[in-house]
């Protein structure tokens, strides 16, 4: 049964650091891409990008540069979101997706609260 | 960036009805366009690709249509379990947009 698996809710105080993890199995993981998607409270999904798993190299939306880092460990069949000096409006549920044409399977979520 | 407009915002509708969702691209989009289920508590599900293919696994009563700006998904007779948050993305240009989403209620 293929799937990705997030790591658990986060509860992080502004500037902080988050790493949200999403571990695929069932399937290879580097025979597709990664997509990082979010929706904050009240808001629409946001698309923060997608990691090549084959090479490592991440593409960005121009809303996300800097503070979030892809990352891929193959070896573990995970790919990671970092995101440093957390903002509060950074806020969200954090989705992973795996690219084939359509974002066709989806981890469960990571809820990443930002609250002093 | 492309701009998708989603519309209703959301919808009540009877067990059995004919439901249909639009989303109307800022530029054509060719097919390049999808349509997602979204449920509290689960993962989102892929229910239609490339503006009119029907995932594996999902009813045949969810149909897609459309291409360059407006595309549509319509659910046939409207179940139970249809009660959701639909969004529909374009995947052309880069950021890959969606849009606001539509949320399904079950009278």
């Known amino acids: 049964q293929e799937q990705l698996v997030q790591s658990g809710s986060e509860l992080k105080k502004p500037g902080a650091s988050v790493n949200v993890s999403c571990k695929a199995s069932g399937y290879t993981l580097i025979d597709y891409g990664v997509n990082w998607v979010r929706q904050a409270p009240g808001e629409g999904l946001e698309w923060l990008g997608w990691v090549n798993t084959y090479s490592g190299h991440p593409t960005y939306a121009q809303d996300f540069t800097g503070r979030f880092v892809f990352s891929v460990d193959a070896s573990v069949s995970t790919a990671y979101l970092q995101i440093i000096n957390l903002k509060t409006e950074d806020t969200a549920l954090y989705y992973c997706?795996?690219?084939?044409?359509?974002?066709?399977?989806w981890g469960q979520g990571t809820l990443v609260t930002v609250s002093s | 960036d492309i701009q998708m407009t989603q519309s209703p915002s959301s919808l009540s509708a009877s067990v059995g009805d004919r439901v249909t969702i639009t989303c109307r691209a800022s530029q054509t989009i060719s097919t390049y366009l999808h349509w997602y289920q979204f449920k509290p508590g689960k993962p989102p599900q892929l229910l239609v690709y490339s503006a009119s293919h029907l995932q594996a696994g999902v009813p045949s009563r969810f149909r897609g249509s459309g291409s360059e700006t407006d595309f549509t998904l319509t659910i046939n007779s409207l179940q139970p379990e249809d009660a959701a948050t639909y969004s529909c993305q374009q995947t052309l240009r880069s950021p890959r947009t969606f849009g606001r989403g539509t949320k399904i209620e079950i009278k």
């Open positions: 997706a795996r690219d084939n044409t359509a974002l066709d399977l």
